[in-house]
């Protein structure tokens, strides 16, 4: 057989009869609701043409690390690609194993941390670690149910690492693969829920080759929404993000800056430090501390 289409490694076998018996696990009534079998294969050509053309180049792909993978997906999941790149590399240089991320200190986990926004998703990392330390011996289980169970790991995080890190069939749906979904198969449809598109996404996966059908769809629908008005917003699912200059969120970040810079101070210190009113610090610390970033003793706070 031929080069796969669209996939720039290797020599793969023809895929027809790969996706013909992934659908036939679908369930009879979602298969019913499919588009036709020839709207199917156009966009899957689309996809990897797309891929093979324009397919990007990171650091986490082509691992079989499951940590490694999982670190990636979780920075990706509100950071942008160009961000992580080099975040990743610096991050898996420190903490090179969820061994050597459990026994870290939060601060330390905290400050590398810095600049990728929304470092709850850096304490859930690391609780993560901590438990699968200690219950699977330091390797992420390959089942999307146990996934699902630690701290962090939503549907699509836990099935991103099973595809990816073990290339076991796990379709998902994100930002992107909704992207690419919704502009195919719902150009003029609004509110559309991910239901609607979970037998595509299951019908048009590559059950043989599942980590490059992962990037090469995922890629696809970054494209889409770089150069169209972003087809994800016509999801039921999409969120628009509030501005970050004057919210919570960036208070919330400078205090947390504040008090890893200069732990054991109290709320009027790191209010004068940040700008932040001191009864809002206040809140905003004990809120920190509720979520398990830090640790008051008395009228001090540092980092747990």
């Not at 917003?233 to 004057?246: I, K, L, M, T």
């Amino acid at each position: 057989m031929g080069r796969f289409p669209g996939c720039p490694h290797g020599t793969r076998r023809d895929p027809g009869s790969r996706w013909r018996l992934y659908t036939l696990r679908m369930d009879p009534h979602d298969a019913a609701d499919l588009p036709s079998a020839d709207a199917l294969e156009a966009f899957r050509a689309t996809v990897w043409s797309y891929f093979r053309e324009n397919g990007r180049e990171m650091p986490w792909r082509g691992i079989d690390d499951p940590y490694g993978v999982l670190v990636s997906e979780v920075m990706l999941q509100q950071t942008q690609v160009a961000r992580v790149t080099d975040r990743w590399t610096e991050w898996m240089g420190v903490f090179p194993t969820i061994d050597a991320l459990a026994a870290a200190p939060l601060a330390a986990v905290l400050e590398r941390w810095q600049g990728l926004g929304y470092s709850r998703r850096a304490v859930a990392l690391k609780r993560c670690a901590e438990l699968v330390a200690e219950h699977f011996a330091g390797v992420l289980p390959a089942d999307t149910a146990l996934l699902e169970t630690l701290p962090g790991i939503g549907p699509a995080t836990a099935a991103a690492v099973v595809n990816y890190a073990y290339e076991v069939p796990a379709p998902f749906i994100e930002t992107n693969v909704r992207a690419a979904l919704l502009h195919a198969f719902f150009a003029d449809a609004d509110d559309v829920p991910d239901r609607e598109l979970r037998p595509i996404v299951d019908a048009v996966w590559d059950a043989g080759d599942p980590r490059e059908w992962g990037y090469a769809l995922t890629d696809y629908g970054a494209h889409l929404k770089r150069t169209l008005p972003n087809p994800s917003r016509r999801s039921r699912h999409h969120v628009r993000q509030s501005p970050f200059e004057g919210s919570r969120r960036q208070k919330r970040a400078r205090l947390l800056r504040a008090v890893l810079g200069r732990p054991g101070l109290d709320a009027d210190a790191y209010a004068g430090e940040t700008g932040v009113a001191t009864s809002e610090a206040l809140e905003l610390l004990g809120a920190l501390g509720g979520e398990g970033f830090l640790v008051r003793n008395g009228e001090q706070w540092s980092v747990r």
